[in-house]
């Protein structure tokens, strides 16, 4: 990407107002991806020097600045705690520790990468973002909304819940793109699945969580049904990394394992 100004914002108003005062301004995250973009914009605006790179660990939630890099994350106890740990290592999944110590949470999330190694297993958490001025959502509902958004990502709400998490990354090698990732949690006795690089961003299977925490008992026939309801529901396509039949192959094996992993922790 080329643009032709740039500034270093040096309030939370101060930035708004500068991405705003031209259609095509950008907001400058770990800046990682956007080298690949052959778009243009007028004028970049940093968000580095306004302290959104610290996560407070709180009684019952952990608040994750958008500027904290991935590295930060993955490696800060609190995080490393959440599922017993499954997101920590999901992001360590992440390319490798160089670009993890540039690229930042808050930047994966506002640009609904579809192949995002953070966002799928933050799904199957209770996540809250906060948007400058006056605006939180949920992440579920903020990666379904359509239309460009103005807002600055300022904070990730995640609850602490007590449970245990399942993910898995599936590519060729450690530094290439997923060719599909799986996230399932069982928190507080509730089931959640999501499903990234599909190729599209991270979406919970609704109706597969739905069947599951509808069950007096889970059990094999009913793993098995809901992995099949997943692969169902959810869109599947062929890029260069993998063929749509694939994908569903993967994610079939994949849910059903991951159901199996955190039923079998939580008994």
Not at 37 to 61: C, P, R, Y
Not at 117 to 131: A, G, K, Q, R, Y
Not at 223 to 243: G, H, N, R
Request: aromatic share 6%; charged share 20%.
């Amino acid at each position: 990407m080329a643009f032709h100004h740039y500034h270093r914002a040096t309030s939370l108003e101060d930035a708004q107002q500068t991405l705003l005062s031209h259609p095509s301004n950008i907001l400058l995250g770990g800046g990682l991806w956007i080298k690949k973009s052959n778009a243009e914009a007028d004028t970049a605006v940093d968000l580095s020097l306004l302290g959104l790179d610290q996560i407070n660990e709180k009684e019952d939630h952990i608040e994750v600045g958008a500027m904290v890099t991935l590295r930060d994350f993955e490696t800060n106890p609190a995080i490393q705690k959440l599922g017993g740990g499954f997101v920590a290592h999901a992001v360590g999944q992440i390319m490798g520790v160089a670009l993890r110590k540039l690229a930042t949470v808050g930047g994966s999330i506002a640009a609904k990468l579809p192949f995002s190694d953070v966002i799928t297993p933050l799904l199957t958490l209770d996540v809250t973002l906060v948007f400058y001025p006056k605006k939180e959502i949920k992440l579920a509902d903020y990666l379904s909304s359509k239309g460009k958004n103005k807002d600055i990502l300022t904070h990730l709400i995640i609850k602490k819940t007590p449970g245990f998490g399942f993910f898995k990354k599936v590519g060729n090698t450690a530094l290439d793109f997923a060719q599909l990732n799986i996230a399932i949690s069982r928190l507080n006795s509730h089931v959640a699945i999501a499903l990234g690089s599909r190729p599209g961003v991270a979406a919970l299977a609704t109706q597969a969580m739905a069947y599951l925490n509808g069950c007096a008992k889970i059990g094999p026939k009913d793993i098995e049904k809901a992995a099949e309801m997943a692969v169902a529901e959810l869109s599947f396509a062929s890029t260069t990394f993998a063929s749509e039949d694939y994908r569903k192959t993967l994610a079939l094996t994949y849910v059903r394992r991951g159901l199996e992993e955190v039923l079998a922790h939580a008994s």
